[in-house]
Structure formats: C-alpha cells, structure tokens
C-alpha cells in the first residue's frame, strides 16, 4: 500500500507539496511512520551511527533523530528527488545522504551501530537482494543489528514492476545466517537480525 501512495505521491507532486495532499503526508503517512518508529525503537538498542537502507525522503530517519533514538544516520537512497524533498524541509545535519544504488556504496566494514531498511528488500529482485544482505551485514559491527520491514509472500510480483521480489521468511533467515547473523525475529513482514561474527 505504502508504495502505491508513494508512486501516486511522485505522480501528482505531493512530495512537493505535502500540505496539498494532506491525507499523503500529515494523516496517512504521519501514522505509518509513528508506528514504525515506537516498532524500531522498542526492537532496536539507541546507535551513535545508524544506517538507513533505501531511505525514500528520509521521514524514519528524521524521527529516529529527533526522539534521540539515533545520533546520526547515513541514508542511502537511489531516488534523489524524494531526498531533495527532505533537504529543502529540514537542516538537520546528523543525517547525511548517498544519492546511489544500494550496491554502489563503499563503507567500511564493521561501520554501523544497526542497521534499518524499511519497505526496501521488496524493490530489489532475489540475487540483488542476496548481494546487498551480504554486503552490508559485513558493514554491521559485531553485536548490532539489522531490522526492517518487507512483504514476505516469496512471490514474484508480476503485477507491480516495483516489487520484483518479495522474499519468504526462509529466504531472509537463510541469507542473514550465511552472512553471520542469528534471528531474533523474523515474520509478519517484520525482521530483526543480530551479527554474531
């Protein structure tokens, strides 16, 4: 549902005008995101670097900061005009943004604190998703965690080009074992995982 209102949002230019579409930003939205929020917030320990994987226009990230939940965060996010969105509405300088492909970064390993993606692995296809997991689980410090949200139907969305994979439960717990992680949680479109090496 969220990105059907996203796509209808950067169709109709609310993203640049939220107050025209009010339902889009202040109600529907606004709602979604407290949610997620007091969700990572009760999963998630308090990071001095958090990592912010397929960001969208960086409301999670904005909240997280401003509860004090997260001290910084690096957003990364291919979709720059939802990014520039954020920017021309808020200065907040503990975020800093990356305007590429989840696959196109080059952090350090052992870098971040947690890690989030919210509503991202779904966009990605199964062998991209299999690349990126590794990739950044190597980002992950040992002991933080990685924790998001994704439809887990293991369907191929034929029906919605932005959904080129959704993973199963067994695909995500699988993936995050081979790249030193155990489960904490995973389903009802939830995970939390915890790097143990």
Not at 41 to 55: A, E, I
Not at 118 to 135: N, P, S, T
Not at 174 to 181: A, R, V, Y
Request: charged share 30%; with cysteine.
């Amino acid at each position: 549902m969220i990105g059907k209102e996203v796509e209808y949002a950067k169709t109709n230019d609310i993203l640049k005008n939220p107050s025209s579409f009010p339902w889009f930003y202040n109600g529907r939205m606004d709602c979604v995101i407290k949610e997620r929020i007091e969700w990572i917030k009760k999963v998630l320990p308090k990071s001095d670097l958090l990592l912010d994987l397929g960001s969208g226009s960086g409301w999670n990230a904005k909240h997280l900061i401003d509860c004090g939940h997260a001290k910084k965060i690096t957003c990364v996010d291919k979709g720059q005009e939802q990014c520039d969105y954020y920017y021309d509405n808020n200065e907040d300088i503990n975020i800093y943004w990356h305007y590429m492909d989840v696959e196109e970064t080059s952090f350090m390993d052992e870098m971040f604190d947690n890690i989030i993606s919210i509503e991202h692995f779904e966009h990605l296809g199964k062998e991209k998703l299999k690349r990126v997991i590794a990739k950044y689980c190597k980002t992950l410090k040992k002991g933080g965690y990685f924790i998001g949200t994704c439809p887990m139907t293991g369907k191929a969305c034929d029906e919605n080009k932005y959904h080129p994979y959704e993973p199963t439960v067994a695909f995500l717990i699988e993936e995050f074992k081979k790249n030193g992680c155990e489960t904490i949680t995973c389903g009802d479109n939830k995970f939390v995982f915890k790097r143990l090496k």
